[in-house]
């Protein structure tokens, strides 16, 4: 089992950058990729960004050169750094590890971007 807690969500105008960050129960060396995703109303949960254990990254081509994806393994938590939002942006992003071929899911936390 892994336990994910997100945070760092919140308002922001266009252009403004946000951090959020998501803190895994167990030590993120154990854990296959962990990843963002987003879900917009009445719209399907989508990929952001991934990042295996090995360090390789993928992000959506919607977000490449403006999102970062990272972890601090000491801390067992993952981030997305967030520059130049858009209006587009806006959804509840969902923090996701794969653990034991299993999928786990974080609460979600909103991010709103006014324009």
């Known amino acids: 089992q892994v336990q994910l807690v997100e945070s760092g969500g919140g308002l922001v105008q266009a252009g403004g950058s946000l951090r959020l960050s998501c803190a895994a129960s167990r030590s993120i060396f154990s854990i296959s990729a962990m990843g963002w995703y987003r879900q917009a109303p009445g719209k399907q949960r989508e990929l952001v960004a991934t990042?295996?254990?090995?360090?390789?990254?993928n992000y959506a081509d919607s977000v490449k050169g403006r999102f970062t994806i990272s972890r601090d393994n000491a801390k067992n938590t993952v981030y997305l750094q967030m520059n130049s939002l858009k209006p587009e942006d806006t959804a509840v992003y969902y923090c996701?590890?794969?653990?034991?071929?299993?999928?786990?899911w974080g609460q979600g936390t909103q991010v709103t971007v006014s324009s």
């Open positions: 996701n590890a794969y653990y034991l071929t299993a999928p786990f």
């Open positions: 990042l295996a254990r090995s360090g390789v990254t």
